[in-house]
């Protein structure tokens, strides 16, 4: 795996701290087994360079926003016309298409406009910062592995590569599904809960320090950021600080003077890494969602219909003939599965049987 990075000074995580001899532990840890070349992509000659490169990689993996790579000579048509059997991994915040295509975002925002931070909230109900990077790493970088064997895979069948679109927000839903049973609503308005709340059976108490002397954890006053908004924005106009309350945007006690459209106008057509903290519901709604046919796969019964959970693959992968073959053989078995009071239950499941090259899995199976 050939990395490449910045004349100069590298890719910025090298400069983290704390170090690990002359990079950053984070460096460290997520560049291991790699090797790296310094290019400046956008000057001439940058492509010719990398020639030799791209006329024998299997994979090329980018993160830019999209259009930037076509800028830079280095799309996937481009690469394509270079090496037609090249999978070209394209991971993004939104995807390449929709209505959020372009817009600026970390993890966190992610996250936020998924619904996910919503079910987090803390003994104040601010939402709290999750310490695990789940869209970086589940919604972006898992994905991008599995579609990459399906795309190699494919590959061996047909003897081209593909472009894979990979996006980090619309791959969060699997990890929430629990709660999204819980989002669709019947058609009058009310909503169904399909199932018991997880928050319900499931909670953290705080206890004691077991060692003496401990305290418990303190909040660190969050660093600031360069924006193009103005600091006054941020303020109430009152010296007070309100609570947040019904639809105004959340900030832990701060910045609520304003509701949360207000708070989208002020920061719409600036490119900051800012949005509002939504819901599960809001999410099945989203237009940006929509336009990318996130949920428009749909589960029915008894002539109701609920959108299913997406899937992290590329919709091409299951029309392909070998998809095909796998998805026919799907087919009911009767199991037997032991109820709590011991007595012998019936249940319907499905069993899959998958060929995989010359691998054959049988589909006939019962739960233990």
Known sequence: ????????????????????????????????GKRSIALDLKQPGAVEKLLPLLQSADVIVEQYRPGVMDRLGLGYAALNAINPRIIYCAITGYGQSGPRAEVAAHDLNYVAEAGMLALAAGAD????????????????????????????????????????????GENL?????????????????????????????HAITSIAPKTAGSSPPRRSKPSSGRTSARSSDLRPSSGRQPRCRGDQARGGGKNCAKTADE??????????????????EAA???????????????????????????????????????????????????????????????????????????WSFPAEGRFP
Not at 129 to 155: H, M, Q, W
């Open 263 to 280: 708070w989208r106008a002020l920061f719409a057509g600036k490119d900051l890494c800012c949005c509002i903290v939504g819901s599960i």
């Open 125 to 168: 109900g601010a939402p709290v910062v999750p310490s695990a990077l789940v869209a970086d790493i589940g919604g972006g970088t898992y994905p991008a592995v599995i579609n990459i064997l399906l795309a190699l895979r494919e590959r061996d069948r047909t003897g081209r590569g593909c472009k894979l679109d990979i996006a980090m």
């Open 1 to 32: 795996m050939i990395k490449i990075e910045r004349p100069g000074r590298g890719d910025e995580m090298r400069s983290y701290q704390p170090k690990f001899g002359a990079d950053s532990v984070n460096f460290a840890l997520l560049n291991r």
């Open 284 to 358: 099945l709604r989203d237009p940006h969602f929509a336009a990318r046919g996130v949920f428009a796969a749909k589960l029915a019964a008894e002539g109701r219909q609920i959108a299913a959970l997406p899937v992290p693959w590329r919709r091409s992968f299951v029309r392909s003939p070998a998809w095909r073959d796998t998805r026919r053989s799907a087919r009911p078995t009767r199991c037997s599965v032991a109820s709590r009071n011991g007595e012998a239950g019936r249940a319907f499941c499905y069993s899959w049987a998958l060929r995989i090259g010359r």
């Open 173 to 201: 839903f699997a990890f929430m599904y629990w709660r999204s049973a819980m989002a669709w609503r019947e058609d009058n308005g009310r909503r169904r809960e399909a199932i018991s709340s997880r928050a319900a059976a």
